[in-house]
């Protein structure tokens, strides 16, 4: 697993993120606008907007304990959407 170590909003639901190993890559998260539960907030940007990276998880976060897991982004980094 690859830790997040820098994060930077791009566009709409488009982020560029930097790994604990140097790669580069943008996510794009709009489906998970759609996943709803605990992802239901990311219908408003605003909210989306918000994301920072937990340190101490390695991980893209944001308000209320919302996080994706950092391979999860790591293979949507690559193209890789079926995780």
Same mark, same amino acid.
């Given at each position: 697993m690859l830790d997040i170590i820098e =994060?930077?909003?791009v566009e709409d639901y488009k982020f560029a993120i930097v790994f604990?190993? %140097?790669e580069k890559g943008v =996510?794009? /998260?709009c489906a998970y606008a759609s996943r709803g %539960?605990? !992802?239901s907030r !990311? $219908?408003?940007p605003a909210y989306v907007k918000q994301a920072y990276v937990n340190k101490d998880l390695g991980t893209l976060c944001w308000p209320d304990n919302v996080d994706i897991a950092p391979e $999860? /982004?790591?293979s949507l980094s690559k193209g890789n959407p079926g995780m």
């Open positions: =994060v930077k909003y604990e190993n %140097g =996510v794009d /998260l %539960g605990i !992802f !990311f $219908t408003d $999860t /982004l790591y």
